[in-house]
């Protein structure tokens, strides 16, 4: 069966650091794979989307970034963090061929002082 | 374009009483739908989903929805709440070949 991993599972950093938030994907293979942050109280945003290595497509301009530097793996990085990139991440995959449905992973709290 | 909005951002129910969560979809072509459930500090758990299959889909945890084109909508039941369904609820159009939309989401509190 497939799972997914995201960590860290909470992270304080301060402003005008930088982040890196990790999503890995087991027992599938080419999956597409989509960041999404949920801020308070709101509903989920997408970030980005990949349908393969070094694929990104960017949905919301803003101040960070994603790569995935290998086939089940996919990296939310920011160079400077802002206030505003609090929030709860979430890494989900589906399937390259077939239904649309995704599968999400546990989430990373980010809170940025 | 698609869109999906949830009609209540927030849904009481006693215990043992029925649950609805309503959706309403916007869709120029045949959609594909989900429910979502997630629970505080938790990923989302998929509940069901319609693919233009039968027009009933049942879900996990005695969950389900019906799709009903001539109403645009896709609403959520379940026959007798529990307290464990207290969570947040999300339904989702899928856009184009990868992507989703979501509603703004439904959080639903059951009273004992």
């Known amino acids: 069966s497939q799972t997914i991993h995201q960590w860290p599972a909470t992270l304080v950093q301060p402003v005008g650091s930088p982040l890196s938030l990790e999503c890995t994907v087991e027992g599938t293979s080419n999956p597409n794979l989509y960041w999404y942050r949920q801020a308070a109280g709101r509903g989920l945003q997408l970030l980005f989307y990949?349908?393969?290595?070094?694929?990104i497509s960017s949905e919301v301009p803003q101040n960070l970034s994603a790569s995935r530097p290998q086939d089940r793996q996919f990296i939310l990085s920011s160079k400077k963090l802002l206030l505003s990139d609090s929030g709860f991440y979430l890494c989900?995959?589906?399937?390259?061929?077939?239904?649309?449905?995704?599968?999400f992973g546990p989430g990373t709290r980010l809170t940025v002082t | 374009a698609q869109s999906v909005t949830q009609l209540d951002s927030h849904v009481s129910v006693s215990e043992g009483t029925p649950v609805l969560l309503r959706c309403n979809y916007s869709?120029?072509?045949?959609?594909?739908l989900f429910w979502y459930v997630q629970h505080p500090n938790k990923g989302l758990q998929l509940l069901l989903k319609y693919t233009s299959a039968a027009t009933l889909v049942k879900g996990i945890n005695g969950f389900e929805a019906e799709f009903k084109k001539s109403e645009t909508s896709f609403h959520l039941t379940k026959p007798s709440a529990h307290m464990s369904d207290a969570a947040e609820y999300f339904c989702?159009?899928?856009?184009?070949?990868?992507?989703?939309?979501f509603g703004t989401g439904t959080r639903l509190k059951v009273l004992a």
């Open positions: 990949s349908v393969g290595i070094g694929q």
């Open positions: 989702a159009i899928g856009s184009g070949t990868y992507k989703y939309i």
């Open positions: 989900a995959w589906s399937h390259a061929v077939g239904g649309h449905e995704q599968y």
């Open positions: 869709s120029s072509y045949s959609p594909s």
